[in-house]
């Protein structure tokens, strides 16, 4: 049974550039998550996706945007990188039934922008 | 808002016992999660307490008191491989988003 997969491992882009991160949840789960999570820092959450729609968003500004496909996987873009955008970009998945239990991280991308 | 708070850094030796302290300021509190993250990697689930009280699961416990904010995660028999940070993360006000408090890095040695 794969768990939660992400692609790619690492990125690298400039200032201004576009980066699409995916991801693919955990055989069973139905919704992502994404987080971002800086040197140092705690993961903190982007959005979540449920049904192909955005069901919750954290602070974060309208170029971090997201998609989920009917297959349940999901894309996360980030337009205009700055170069504060630069951490490690965890996707996480759990079942759709809302009950806050345990979620499911996959190994996270790690974007550079320079 | 939430305020989760916990050590930033911790050491401690091979075959010692560890309690990493974790404190949090919230509303509506639905559960907190324990996660542990080695370097580089996702972090995994290690538990989840609801009511108030001890789980006890292997070499790890996971301790809960609601009215005084406070969660403790107990390691024990520690081992090289439990170098990792460890991440606090509150369930609240009808959420299902967990927020996360900024880890504990715990360093074994021997």
């Known amino acids: 049974d794969a768990g939660v997969t992400q692609s790619p491992t690492h990125l690298i882009k400039t200032r201004g550039q576009q980066v699409t991160l995916r991801c693919s949840p955990k055989?069973?789960?139905?919704?992502v998550s994404w987080y971002q999570q800086a040197l140092g820092q705690g993961p903190q959450f982007i959005f979540q996706?449920?049904?192909?729609?955005?069901?919750q968003r954290g602070n974060f500004p309208d170029r971090f945007s997201g998609h989920q496909f009917p297959n349940y996987s999901s894309e996360l873009n980030v337009n205009a990188l700055l170069l504060g955008d630069s951490a490690l970009y965890l996707c996480?998945?759990?079942?759709?039934?809302?009950?806050?239990?345990?979620?499911?991280f996959g190994p996270g991308t790690r974007l550079t922008v320079t | 808002g939430q305020n989760i708070d916990q050590p930033t850094e911790m050491t401690a030796t091979e075959g010692a016992i560890v309690q990493i302290n974790c404190t949090y300021q919230?509303?509506?509190?639905?559960?907190l999660f324990w996660y542990q993250q080695h370097a580089g990697e996702a972090p995994t689930f290690l538990s989840y307490?609801?009511?108030?009280g001890l789980e006890e699961k292997g070499r790890f416990s996971s301790f809960l008191s609601r009215s005084k904010g406070y969660s403790y995660l107990l390691l024990k028999e520690l081992q090289m491989k439990d170098s990792a940070s460890y991440l606090c993360?509150?369930?609240?006000?009808?959420?299902?988003?967990?927020?996360f408090g900024r880890g504990t890095s715990l360093i074994v040695h021997p």
């Open positions: 996706y449920y049904e192909e729609e955005e069901r």
């Open positions: 055989s069973g789960h139905d919704t």
């Open positions: 919230t509303s509506g509190f639905n559960g």
């Open positions: 993360a509150v369930l609240s006000g009808g959420s299902y988003i967990p927020t």
């Open positions: 307490n609801v009511l108030d």
């Open positions: 996480a998945s759990s079942p759709g039934s809302g009950s806050g239990g345990e979620q499911y």
